[in-house]
């Protein structure tokens, strides 16, 4: 599949940042508001997302769920957007249900807030669709993915039960842009919720990839 040099690589960052966390003992929302100390519009995002969310350092969902955080500005100089989820994974199906997703974004002084909410929850959705179970196959004969039949992308039973987006309103600060800044952190967020459920780190995409 074609990809995003931000989806991959904000998946491996943040990844690391809760692997980092772990180590330290910290929270994984407290480790990267304190490690964010000249970016304080990169610790707003992450603190309204979090508050949205509800989270609490320490706390555990129920069995076979996950919970999940991840953060990125796109290309180092759009929109900020930190992606907070809980997840439930069927280990019989290997498979993942998204059942909440709270988005916070900071694009700047916003213009058009339905646009930039749109823009949001698409690439939401779509991030999932990616990172849970978008690959491209190969046979004998080479590429075996030639129809949308029967290449693995999210239906419309697999979208987020719920997904909540607010912006943090900029007024009189630049235009930074929404465009594909949700698809990092959405992603890294699905990594680090996946983890969490399940006690083992998936290091290849997608993450519910079949051999």
């Not at 970016?39 to 999940?68: E, S």
């Not at 990616?130 to 949308?148: K, N, V």
Request: net charge positive.
């Amino acid at each position: 599949m074609r990809s995003l040099g931000a989806h991959l690589n904000i998946t491996a960052i943040e990844s690391t940042i809760d692997q980092l966390a772990a180590l330290a003992g910290a929270d994984p929302v407290r480790f990267r508001i304190d490690h964010l100390a000249s970016q304080p519009r990169a610790q707003a995002v992450v603190a309204r997302a979090a508050a949205m969310f509800g989270w609490k350092a320490g706390a555990r969902p129920a069995p076979g769920r996950g919970y999940g955080f991840g953060l990125g500005q796109y290309k180092n100089l759009m929109a900020y957007v930190a992606i907070a989820l809980e997840l439930a994974y069927d280990p019989d199906r290997n498979a993942v249900r998204i059942l909440r997703v709270s988005c916070a974004a900071d694009c700047g002084q916003v213009v058009n807030p339905d646009g930039a909410r749109n823009q949001l929850e698409g690439a939401i959705i779509q991030s999932a669709s990616w990172t849970l179970q978008e690959q491209l196959r190969y046979g004998p004969q080479g590429i075996a993915s030639i129809d949308w039949a029967s290449y693995p992308i999210m239906r419309f039973s697999g979208v987020p039960e719920r997904i909540e987006v607010v912006l943090l309103d900029q007024p009189g600060m630049p235009f930074l842009g929404v465009a594909e800044a949700a698809q990092g952190p959405m992603a890294a967020a699905l990594a680090n919720a996946l983890a969490h459920a399940t006690g083992v780190r998936r290091h290849d995409l997608p993450l519910l990839r079949k051999a």
